[in-house]
């Protein structure tokens, strides 16, 4: 299976900004989507953002403007780079691979907005 690790979670306060990358152990061949989920306490997961393997992006209504989706296939990472943080988007963010291969899911990172 692919491998995914997830980094540059932490604690900001609000209005601030964070970046969130998704590493996989290898390259992804053949079409594929990559995308963020997160899960605040008590809440159910929710898909923030996506892109698939022809670039295009997709984002949920409520970081629309705020966050932006990237890759860097030399690297085999995915971006997430959030700004204006709200203490909303607090949560465990996941990384998530579609492949032609299966579905593999990254460790998750702790995202904090707070004063």
């Known amino acids: 299976q692919v491998q995914l690790v997830e980094s540059g979670g932490g604690l900001v306060q609000p209005g601030g900004s964070l970046r969130l990358s998704c590493a996989a152990s290898?390259?992804?061949?053949?079409?594929?989507?990559m995308d963020w989920y997160r899960q605040a306490p008590g809440k159910q997961r929710e898909l923030v953002a996506s892109i698939t393997s022809g670039g295009n992006t997709n984002y949920v209504d409520s970081v629309k403007g705020r966050f932006s989706i990237s890759r860097d296939n030399a690297k085999n990472t995915v971006y997430l780079q959030m700004y204006s943080l709200k203490p909303e988007d607090t949560a465990i963010y996941y990384c998530?691979?579609?492949?032609?291969?299966?579905?593999?899911w990254g460790q998750g990172t702790q995202v904090t907005v707070s004063s």
């Open positions: 998530r691979l579609r492949s032609t291969t299966g579905l593999y």
């Open positions: 290898r390259s992804i061949s053949g079409m594929y989507f």
